[in-house]
């Protein structure tokens, strides 16, 4: 089906290493998301790509960075992970100035 | 700096009654709000207002936008189980970037018991 593909689903690291979660949509859209989602917090944009080769930070991007590798993919490394990165990771995409987000499944992330 | 505050964070409520979200915000160059409900997974979308005073409806759940004062409210009717979930509430600026990037409340969690 169309829509967002985000990899992997589940993953537990240990405090210090390093992963990055994927993203790719096929919707021909040219904004694209990261959102991290904690408890009581609602979603917090970490960074955001608006067309391909731009990336910018948005409310909490310290501790991670991005990689947008065509308009399909954008990928989100974090290089030292730490216990207060264990959340839920949603990427997202949209058309340029589009109001609706086409949410991908999540990434539960643990870090020990 | 942007931000959206919801009301109540929670809600325990019995099938067939009917309740009322808020949604308050302050969003620069303020082009949209949006309503998302998320059940297990990934959020859904409900809603997108733009003018105030205008209600969006599908079936029993209804949105209002009030650009004067500043807030929306997601009224839903006759609740049933399904409706169990957290409902997040999200304002749009524009501006010369117009990224799309949208600000997220902290949500409600919305419980309906049978």
């Known amino acids: 089906n169309a829509g967002v593909t985000q990899t992997p689903k589940f993953q537990v690291l240990k405090t210090g290493q390093s992963m990055t979660l994927q993203c790719a949509q096929d919707m021909n859209h040219n904004s694209m998301y990261w959102y991290r989602q904690d408890p009581g917090m609602g979603l917090r944009l970490i960074y955001y790509s608006a067309s391909e080769g731009t990336t910018d930070k948005g409310e909490v991007p310290n501790g991670y960075n991005v990689s947008r590798l065509n308009k399909r993919e954008f990928s989100l490394r974090l290089e030292s992970a730490a216990p207060s990165q264990t959340s839920v990771y949603f990427c997202?995409?949209?058309?340029?100035?589009?109001?609706?987000?086409?949410f991908g499944s999540g990434t539960r992330l643990t870090v020990v | 700096e942007d931000k959206v505050v919801q009301s109540p964070l929670s809600l325990v409520v019995h099938e067939g009654d009917t309740v009322t979200l808020n949604c308050s915000y302050e969003v620069t160059n303020f082009r949209s709000l949006l309503w998302y409900k998320q059940e297990k997974k990934a959020p859904t979308f409900l809603f997108m207002l733009t003018s105030s005073g205008i209600e969006k409806k599908s079936g029993r759940l209804s949105s209002i936008l009030d650009k004067k004062e500043l807030f929306s409210i997601l009224n839903i009717t006759a609740t049933q189980t399904g409706d169990s979930a957290v409902y997040l509430c999200?304002?749009?600026?524009?501006?010369?970037?117009?990224?799309?990037?949208?600000?997220f409340g902290q949500g409600t969690t919305l419980q309906v018991k049978p």
């Open positions: 999200a304002g749009k600026g524009g501006g010369s970037s117009n990224t799309g990037k949208l600000i």
């Open positions: 997202a995409s949209s058309r340029t100035g589009g109001d609706g987000y086409t």
